[in-house]
Structure formats: structure tokens, C-alpha cells
């Protein structure tokens, strides 16, 4: 599990036509952190290009330093992630070696893909759900939920809801105060209940 | 102003230690956008730190294409741009050849800087405010307001605020029912009333 007492690295797995503000909401919070280096990173390194038309640089993923938090967009790119083995061999590496993992979106479905979700309760966008939950009909697929956190596995629903995940993050580990504040500093109005997801189809029916 | 009609070019001006999501999230939004493209510029172009440690690629500015909207970011960088004559005399000719301008929290600094907000309504981040206002007195600075439209000006409150300034201008220029759409897809719970500040001073004290 992360010690928050000692340094903490936070690992982004990037692929191309990864959704933008799957990365960048979590970034924005997570970075602003007490002793957090941030590292981008991808199968081939190099410039990596995002659904809405920017390239971020990365290095090539070789292995996680100690206590890492990976955090894992999803998007477009993920439709050909999916199948694809060599990036999948190399993402299981990253995610066996972090301490914590926080997948935004559908993200989720290259996590079950891999089989680390088995068993676990897990969420993703709920547009895409079905096609997510795919890839392993043994994981818990929860339809009405912001985030869902389970074991060493934060996985949250669609493209915004990684910013609520990540500040639900900091309230465990760093309590409810620093999340406030990170919150307030940007301006953000969090949806800070994790069972509370105005985006279900049961939510949208009541 | 802006023909929706036409090819539109929305151009994202940096500068090293820009501040992440004031631009991420509005390109979430804006790329998704009909008919546009998307350009990362600044001034000497090659890579570009964000505040949050990652670099983005940018070409270097020379003009817009006819027809741009420009988006300008916020953020720590702000404090030396703001001083640094080269960089303001290309934002302001980036400036004066747009059809729209975005800014996003600080971002308003520089606008301010140039005079192209003088006599205008606009906001800034709350709790820069004041620091933001001494660049130019003669705006008509607005301490309770998400965002703030005056001619072909957008200017946003702090970080999080330029996602909703966004989505309102989406409704705006192709009406609410794409901004909904937009915001439904990427999950987002849209704060959509303009002059609606949760962070304003006044709006904490009651």
C-alpha cells in the first residue's frame, strides 16, 4: 500500500488517442501533492498524442520506482490497446509494481483485460460500460457509481469523474481538509460522493 | 466574430509553468467541437512545461489562421510573462487577429497587461483577483462570475471555471443542447450559470 510518509512517485501510462481530460484532471490535483514527483510515460516513449490534438512527451516504460501511484487513462486509444499484447505485458508490469492504481474512464477495461480486476469491485464510464465490462464478466461491475475503490484499485467513470476519484484519493490518505482545499484552490465544485453518479442510466430514470 | 459555419482554428498560447487543467479542460470540450482544429503554439515553439510536469509540443507563434478562436491559459507562468515585452507584443498581435479570446483564471493578467481589456467586464481567479486587477484599473473586473463575456472576450474564474466558461460558450455560438451533450458525455455536472461564483468572497459569506 502508498506510504504517504515517503516519497511518492506518480506514473501516467499514456498510449495514443488517450482522452485528455482523463490525464489531465487527476494530473491537476494529484501533482499539487505534499513530496509527489510526476513521470509520463509509454510503451515506446517519445511523443504521445491525445484524442484532442496535443503530443506530450514520455519516456519509455522500463519499471516503477518504489512506492508508485499509476494512473491510467482511457479513450479512443483504448479500443486498440486492448488487443494489443506487447503494451498489455508491459501495463500488467507497471500495475503488479504500483502501490496504487487509479484508472479513469475506460481505462478500466485495460485492467480487466490483464485479469487485475477479477473478483473486484470496479466502475467506468457509463456510456461504455457494457463494452468495458467485456472483457471480464468476473469483475464486479458497479453501473451506479462515480469511483469505486477496492484493494490497491481506484477506478473511476467517465472522463470527469477522475477529478472527483482523485480528490476522493486524497480525503483517504490525506483526509478530507487537503481535498477541500486542493478543490477550493481550483475553483472546482467536487461531486465528492462516490455512490452518487448523475450520469447512471438508473440515476437518469429517477 | 467567430462564423461557426466555417473551418475554425482554436489556438492554445503557452508558456512554461501554464497551469494544466486551465487548458485541459476547455480543450476536452472545444475539440469536440464541429468542423474546428486544434493548434498548440508559443512563442519560440518546441516543448512546453506545465506547471504539473509534463511537456506538450507547440509550434512557434507566427499568426493565426483566419477564422481562430484563442485559448489562454492561466497559471504561475504568468507572473513572468506578464513582465516580458517579446511574449506580450506576440499575444497581442495573436490577440488582435482572433475572432474570440478564452482566458482562463490568471490568464486574464496578460490580457490585461496588453489594454485589450480596458473599459471591458471581466473576472479573473478569486483569489488572485486583486493581483490580476493592479495590471489594469480600468477593467471593469467582476468579483461574482464563473466566467465573463464582453465583445469578443471569455474570461474565466480560476482553473476549474474555464471548463464552464467553455461549455457556456459552446451554448452561446451552437445553442445549449450541444453543450449539454457535450458535458453528458464526458461525464461533467456543468455549472452553467455565468454569474453563479461558489468562490466569489461574497458568495462564501452567505
Known amino acids: 500500500m502508498l506510504k504517504i510518509e515517503q516519497p511518492i512517485t506518480i506514473v501516467s501510462f499514456l ?18 501533492l505534499p513530496n509527489v514527483e ?4 509509454s510503451l515506446a ?14 519516456d519509455n516504460f522500463k519499471s516503477l520506482p518504489p512506492n508508485s501511484l499509476l494512473l491510467l487513462p482511457g479513450g479512443q ?3 486498440k490497446m486492448v488487443e494489443d499484447k506487447i503494451f498489455l505485458s508491459s501495463l500488467e508490469k507497471a500495475v503488479l509494481q504500483a502501490e496504487l492504481v487509479l484508472s479513469i474512464c475506460t481505462g478500466a477495461a485495460l485492467l480487466a483485460q490483464i485479469g487485475q ?20 464478466r468476473e469483475v464486479l ?15 473511476s467513470s467517465g472522463v470527469s469523474a477522475g477529478m472527483d ?12 481538509d487537503l481535498a477541500e482545499e486542493l478543490a477550493k484552490k481550483a475553483e472546482y465544485v467536487w461531486q465528492n460522493k462516490a455512490d452518487q453518479d448523475p450520469f447512471s442510466d438508473k440515476s437518469r430514470a429517477i
Do not use: C
Open 15 to 32: 498510449f495514443d488517442d488517450f482522452e485528455t481530460l482523463d490525464l489531465m484532471g487527476p494530473v491537476e490535483f494529484l501533482a499539487a
Open 38 to 41: 510526476t513521470k509520463y510515460v
Open 45 to 58: 516513449g517519445g511523443l504521445i498524442s491525445s484524442r484532442q490534438g496535443f503530443q506530450i512527451m514520455t
Open 77 to 79: 486509444g483504448v479500443r
Open 117 to 136: 480486476l477479477k473478483g473486484r469491485k470496479a466502475t467506468s464510464n457509463k456510456l461504455a460500460l457494457s463494452w468495458v465490462a467485456s472483457h471480464d
Open 141 to 155: 461491475w458497479q453501473d451506479q457509481a462515480r469511483w469505486v475503490v477496492d484493494g490497491k484499485f481506484y477506478t
Open 165 to 176: 476519484m482523485s480528490l476522493g484519493f486524497v480525503a483517504d490518505f490525506w483526509g478530507q
